[in-house]
């Protein structure tokens, strides 16, 4: 997310995020990160993306800076079809913020795991997967030890649960706004170990 507007170039593939709403930019982890406003709907978005259907796993990394100010309830990241997301749930600016990866089916049914951090304007690495051999989603923050979540009914494919249709959306979509900045994103279409998230923190942490 280096670039200060207009479209955020994938590093590594073709999966470029389109900016519509006049996302901002400020320092961020390495380079630039995309600053979202809670004012109004402000979010970067590309289309689905059919390899990531699941079968195989997902994971989502990203490092996450959750603003003063942000919303009670607000979307950070969101990949439609199948549906996987990041939220955050703040009881007050100077209450508890916890942080989830959420995961859903065609059956209907969502599944979540959660972390407590530790303060607002602070940069997190949060990375969550999904195992489609447990059905379980986990969440973790710098590497640390991972939350899990009650598991899914197996046999059921990931979809679409209702989020602004298939696609991928960083930040905040109406009615669910953003005040956050969001740097080096990245999505696996694979459980990542324990290893391999340690590897990436490591690389990116100040």
Excluded at 175 to 192: G, H, Q, T
Aim: proline content about 3%.
């Amino acid at each position: 997310l280096d670039e200060a507007n207009g479209t955020r170039m994938d590093s590594v593939g073709g999966a470029h995020l389109d900016d519509g709403t006049s996302v901002g930019s400020v320092a961020g982890k390495i380079s630039n990160s995309a600053s979202f406003d809670n004012t109004s709907s402000q979010f970067l978005t590309n289309a689905e993306q059919v390899n990531l259907d699941g079968s195989r796993g997902i994971t989502v990394e990203a490092w996450i800076n959750v603003r003063t100010g942000a919303p009670a309830s607000a979307k950070y990241f969101v990949n439609g079809a199948p549906y996987v997301s990041f939220v955050s749930f703040g009881t007050s600016n100077a209450g508890a913020l916890y942080i989830f990866f959420e995961i859903g089916n065609d059956a209907g049914e969502t599944a979540s795991a959660g972390k407590l951090l530790a303060a607002y304007d602070t940069w997190y690495y949060i990375v969550g997967s999904y195992d489609p051999d447990t059905g379980i989603p986990s969440i973790s923050v710098n590497a640390g030890a991972a939350s899990v979540g009650a598991a899914l009914v197996l046999g059921h494919p990931m979809v679409d649960v209702g989020y602004g249709g298939g696609g991928v959306f960083v930040g905040g979509k109406t009615p669910s706004f953003s005040k956050a900045y969001i740097d080096e994103i990245a999505v696996w279409n694979k459980v990542l170990s324990a290893a391999e998230i340690a590897s990436h923190y490591a690389l990116n942490r100040p």
